[in-house]
């Protein structure tokens, strides 16, 4: 029985952690039994009494490693990239230390957080543990990064898949690697699929945005960067851009190439992590960039001939285009639609008017003019030849003009040429007229007839023939008498006609007048 004292004389080194010398403790014993107080557990019917002293850590060691930011190209510092420095643990950092090329440096509990310089900041006592490092802006122009994991030992010993071992004069490093942001423009003809050269092409971003920075390579040429405007022209393959900063650019056609007509604009977007969107925007995948399409379609004209006031087609007619500049280029000009016996040569298209409007296809910009070298006859009508009809291709869109209707969202630009008719042939009827009796169905000579235009035609061109005796033509009546055969009437205009027995054959009663039409094609009702 008695009072006794517990004393550390040294504490223990675990592991590389320091423990600290702990307070001595005093504890009783009375009747063989210790008594309770501080840090003393009683004895059980199953366990003895006891006493704990514990250690506080007196130095945990720590660790020391520098973050690196660089980019892809160059593996230089990169600075301007916002990075955090996490405890996954959740770790108090309030005693860490950032130096080297950190800035804007702020210790928040479990988060360090620093913008990258020019040299790798330096993160000092961190305690054991597993750590993120996060990237949560990217420099201008560049696309943020994957989280990198790291631990720190608890010797202080740095490690991770990303991490460079310390050296005798070195720290542990981390290294973060930035792609620059990139992305292809591709200038496409609408119908092949193919790049299309020659086409100028300027990429805008918002106003205060310097894209000097940036670079252009691929199949573009005459490139140029001014302020928040880059400026190239395509060329047979793509043009990869490559450093853009975050925001909204737009794409847009200054002038299409010959025989091509100008594209609407393209709007897409690079965002804080690089990545590339738009309507218009194929996405980046492993072994490719972001792709922006832009297509160009053709310059697209409908030739329609029609007779004056009509408006259906007038085939027949022979009709050429050619170029007012002598040295442009015609012969990759499709011709199709109507078109008949078409011809494409350098300086000429030739064809012939069918029941449809002709399609010509991939006219180059420049001033064009539609002669008819022949008028055609149709059903008999001879059309007079029309006036030659100008019409100008700017940027692939036909311009208005003359006779000239332009195009729509759903319908080509149409110019309209119209044929005068020259001679409209008349078209008259050829009647037999026949007297009979109404007994045993025999022509029936000695009456005498007449056959009167109701609108008062002149009937002087027409012929009497046949069985007619005393024929006689007075204007718009003919007048004679039936004979042993019909009488045929030939050269009659289109309209109205009776017929008229004056007088009838002796011994026979006159008839009621009987009324026909000669039709517009001559026939007979």
């Known amino acids: 029985d008695g009072t006794y004292t517990?004393?550390?004389?040294?504490?223990?080194?675990?592991?590389?952690?320091?423990?600290?010398?702990?307070?001595?403790?005093s504890f009783t014993i009375a009747n063989g039994q210790v008594l309770s107080g501080p840090s003393i557990t009683v004895a059980t019917s199953t366990s003895n009494a006891v006493v704990t002293m514990e250690d506080d850590v007196l130095a945990a060691p720590t660790g020391t490693v520098d973050i690196s930011k660089q980019s892809t190209v160059g593996g230089s510092e990169l600075p301007g990239a916002q990075i955090t420095v996490t405890s996954n643990d959740g770790l108090d950092l309030s005693e860490c230390l950032v130096s080297g090329g950190a800035t804007g440096i702020d210790i928040r509990s479990s988060v360090i957080t620093f913008t990258s310089g020019n040299t790798p900041a330096t993160i000092s006592k961190l305690p054991a543990g597993t750590y993120t490092m996060h990237e949560v802006t990217a420099p201008v122009g560049f696309q943020t990064a994957t989280d990198i994991t790291f631990t720190v030992g608890t010797d202080g010993t740095i490690t991770g898949s990303e991490v460079t071992a310390a050296t005798a004069t070195d720290n542990a490093r981390v290294t973060m690697y930035d792609a620059p942001t990139v992305v292809d423009i591709s200038k496409?003809?609408?119908?092949?699929?193919?790049?299309?050269?020659?086409?100028?092409?300027?990429?805008?971003?918002?106003?205060?945005?310097?894209?000097?920075?940036?670079?252009?390579?691929?199949?573009?040429?005459?490139v140029s960067k001014s302020g928040n405007v880059i400026s190239f022209v395509s060329g047979d393959s793509l043009t990869t851009i490559t450093g853009l900063p975050t925001g909204t650019y737009t794409m847009h056609e200054v002038a299409a190439?010959?025989?091509?007509?100008?594209?609407?604009?393209?709007?897409?977007?690079?965002?804080?992590?690089?990545?590339?969107?738009?309507?218009?925007?194929?996405?980046?995948?492993?072994?490719?960039?972001?792709?922006?399409?832009?297509?160009?379609?053709?310059?697209?004209?409908?030739?329609?001939?029609?007779?004056?006031?009509?408006?259906?087609?007038?085939?027949?007619?022979?009709?050429?285009?050619?170029?007012?500049?002598?040295?442009?280029?015609?012969?990759?000009?499709?011709?199709?639609?109507?078109?008949?016996?078409v011809e494409v040569t350098a300086s000429k298209i030739s064809f012939v008017s069918g029941n449809s409007p002709a399609t010509i296809t991939g006219l180059p910009d420049g001033t064009y003019t539609l002669h008819e070298v022949a008028a055609p006859e149709v059903e008999g009508i001879t059309y007079d030849v029309a006036t030659d009809i100008t019409f100008v291709i700017t940027n692939g869109v036909v311009q208005p003009g003359t006779s000239i209707t332009t195009a729509t969202s759903s319908a080509h630009a149409k110019v309209?040429?119209?044929?005068?008719?020259?001679?409209?042939?008349?078209?008259?009827?050829?009647?037999?007229?026949?007297?009979?009796?109404?007994?045993?169905?025999?022509?029936?000579?000695?009456?005498?007839?007449?056959v009167t235009s109701n609108s008062g035609a002149d009937l002087e061109n027409c012929v009497i023939s046949g069985g007619a005796m005393n024929p006689d033509i007075h204007g718009s009546v003919i007048s004679f008498t039936s004979g042993n055969t019909p009488a045929t009437i030939s050269g009659l205009p289109a309209g109205t006609y009776t017929m008229h027995e004056v007088t009838a054959p002796v011994g026979y009663q006159t008839t009621t007048d009987i009324e026909f039409t000669v039709g517009t094609d001559g026939t007979i009702s």
Not at 189 to 217: K, R, Y
Not at 303 to 331: F, H, M, Q, W
């Open 257 to 341: 190439p010959n025989g091509y007509q100008v594209a609407t604009d393209i709007r897409f977007t690079v965002d804080t992590t690089g990545r590339i969107t738009g309507s218009a925007v194929t996405a980046a995948t492993a072994d490719s960039n972001a792709v922006v399409t832009m297509l160009d379609g053709h310059s697209v004209v409908d030739i329609s001939k029609v007779a004056t006031g009509a408006t259906s087609e007038l085939p027949g007619a022979e009709l050429e285009i050619t170029a007012a500049n002598a040295s442009t280029d015609l012969s990759a000009v499709s011709v199709s639609g109507g078109a008949e016996e």
């Open 416 to 450: 309209t040429m119209e044929d005068d008719i020259l001679v409209v042939p008349e078209i008259t009827g050829t009647v037999d007229i026949s007297k009979q009796s109404t007994v045993g169905g025999s022509e029936l000579p000695g009456a005498s007839i007449t």
């Open 6 to 25: 517990l004393h550390e004389n040294a504490a223990p080194e675990v592991d590389g952690v320091q423990y600290d010398v702990a307070t001595d403790i």
């Open 188 to 222: 496409v003809d609408a119908v092949s699929g193919d790049e299309l050269p020659g086409a100028t092409i300027t990429i805008t971003a918002l106003s205060g945005v310097n894209l000097e920075n940036c670079s252009v390579t691929g199949g573009a040429s005459s």
